[in-house]
């Protein structure tokens, strides 16, 4: 039986049908749906890292990333809501998409994980990867992908 829902998103369409799909699997069980945004890393080198100028920056940045990750949390909420799902909670990692997602299951015993895909070709896909298919490939629960 699924209990728990995993959804991640990036206010992408395919993430938009992706949190659909599992607001609807959500009222169908009558599970929980977590929706999760990752915020990935900007990598600095560690000298840029020090410098003061880039201090101020680099927390502007963070700010601004997290009033958007908010904002892409309340809109896929109220459309996990308006499609059915009563228990939904939301949530923002950072770092790798794929291994946050995959982390964050394992931290809270999900069940499933959603995602979305934007169908890219394979010769793109092969060159620039793809986070539905690394979750795919990594996680040890299953997992929907919504194209």
Partial sequence: MIKKILVATDASA????????????????EAELLILHVIMDMQLPTLLKKAPELEEFANKREDILRQVAETILHEAEVRAKSGGAKKVQTAIGSGDP????????????????????????????????SVSRKIVNSAEINCFIVR
Wanted: include cysteine.
């Fill in 14 to 29: 395919a993430s938009n049908r992706a949190v659909s799909m599992a607001a609807y699997m959500a009222a169908c069980h």
């Fill in 98 to 129: 794929a291994s946050s997602v995959i982390g964050f299951a394992k931290r809270r015993n999900i069940d499933t994980i959603v995602v979305g895909t934007r169908g890219l070709g394979k010769v793109k896909e092969i060159l620039m990867g």
